[in-house]
């Protein structure tokens, strides 16, 4: 079993943090070998894939800035388009918990709600690269660099 698929082990509802999307629509030459089996998963149905509406905001500022509309129009087409996934707006129970993590965890505001949505929606674990969330306790925390 590779360690992907170890990793995702009784996952069927992922969280996903805005670097590993990122990573895997403009295929990072690091990650994109890692990621593009756990996409595949959620293209597929195997896995549901989740994230808030803050990842709509910050994976779309640098294409727009560089006038690069066809990526713009791959991160909407996978965010906004895609049958297994979904982009959760912010509710007051997902600001709720964000204020909570954040007190607890001395997070910052953008990664205590994106992780408060995992949270909330019932995701069986959180796929980020920022190895500071591993401190939360509350969900399964997935961090890209630390997968071989």
Do not use: W
Not at 3 to 8: F, G, H, K, V
Not at 102 to 107: F, I
Not at 112 to 118: D, G, I, N, P
Request: hydrophobic share 45%; glycine share 2%; net charge negative.
């Amino acid at each position: 079993m590779s360690p992907i698929e170890q990793a995702l082990q009784k996952v069927s509802r992922l969280g996903l943090d805005t670097a590993p999307i990122i990573y895997f629509i403009e295929a990072h030459p690091r990650y994109d070998a890692l990621l593009t089996p756990i996409f595949e998963r959620i293209d597929q149905g195997a896995i549901d894939g989740l994230t808030s509406v803050i990842t709509l905001v910050e994976v779309l500022v640098y294409p727009l800035r560089q006038g690069r509309h066809d990526l713009v129009e791959r991160y909407k087409q996978l965010l906004l388009t895609s049958a297994h996934f979904e982009v959760v707006p912010i509710s007051p129970e997902i600001a709720l918990k964000a204020a909570d993590l954040r007190a607890h965890y001395n997070l910052r505001t953008p990664d205590a709600l994106q992780v408060a949505t995992a949270i909330v929606n019932r995701c069986d674990a959180f796929l980020t690269n920022d190895a500071a969330l591993q401190r939360v306790k509350e969900l399964k925390i997935l961090t890209i660099d630390k997968m071989p």
